[in-house]
C-alpha cells in the first residue's frame, strides 16, 4: 500500500480528518454489506444484543448498550419496532424481547456477512497493530476530555 505522505508528514497530519475518513469508509463498507441482506446496522445491533440471551432483553437493556453507538440514541426505538414487525423478534407481555427463528437465522447470516467486512478491513493489519492504534484513539478521546465505550 502507498501512504499519503512520508513519516514526517505524517505526524503532521491532522487527526480528525483520517478518524473521520476512516469512520466513513469503514462504517459505509459494513453497511453496504448489510444492505446486500436488507438489513440496517441500527437493526443488525439490535439483533445482536438479543442473540443468545434465553431470557431475552428489555427494551430499555437494549437501549442503554446501544444508544451511545455512532449517535443512533433516540432512533433505537424504531429500529426495534421494525425488528418485530418484520417478525425478527417478539415482545411479551413483560416487554422481553426475543429473536425468532428467523430472527436467529437472520443474525447468522448478517453475522457472516459483517464477519467478511471486518476481515477486509483488518487484512493485512497485525493484531498487535490495531490494538496499538485503538489505545492510541482512546488515549486521543481521554486527552480531550471525551469519553467512548463499546461493548
Not at 31 to 38: G, I, N, S, T, W
Not at 122 to 136: A, F, M, N, Q, S
Amino acid at each position: 500500500m502507498e501512504f499519503s505522505h512520508d513519516d514526517a508528514g505524517l505526524a503532521r497530519q491532522p487527526i480528525g480528518y483520517w478518524s473521520w475518513a476512516a469512520h466513513k469508509a469503514v462504517v459505509t463498507h459494513i453497511r453496504a454489506q448489510l444492505a446486500e441482506v436488507d438489513m440496517t446496522q441500527p437493526r443488525w445491533w439490535v439483533l445482536g444484543q438479543l442473540h443468545g440471551t434465553e431470557d431475552g432483553r428489555t427494551r430499555q437493556e437494549v437501549t442503554d448498550v446501544l444508544q451511545g453507538y455512532l449517535d443512533v440514541g433516540g432512533a433505537l426505538q424504531p429500529e426495534i419496532d421494525t425488528v418485530i414487525a418484520r417478525g425478527l423478534a417478539t415482545q411479551d407481555e413483560e416487554e422481553r424481547l426475543r429473536l425468532t427463528p428467523l430472527g436467529e437465522k437472520t443474525y447468522d447470516a448478517c453475522a457472516e456477512r459483517v464477519g467478511g467486512a471486518l476481515a477486509r478491513v483488518h487484512d493485512g493489519i497485525p493484531e498487535e497493530e490495531y490494538v496499538r492504534t485503538l489505545k492510541v484513539l482512546q488515549r486521543m478521546i481521554h486527552n480531550v476530555g471525551g469519553t467512548a465505550w463499546h461493548q
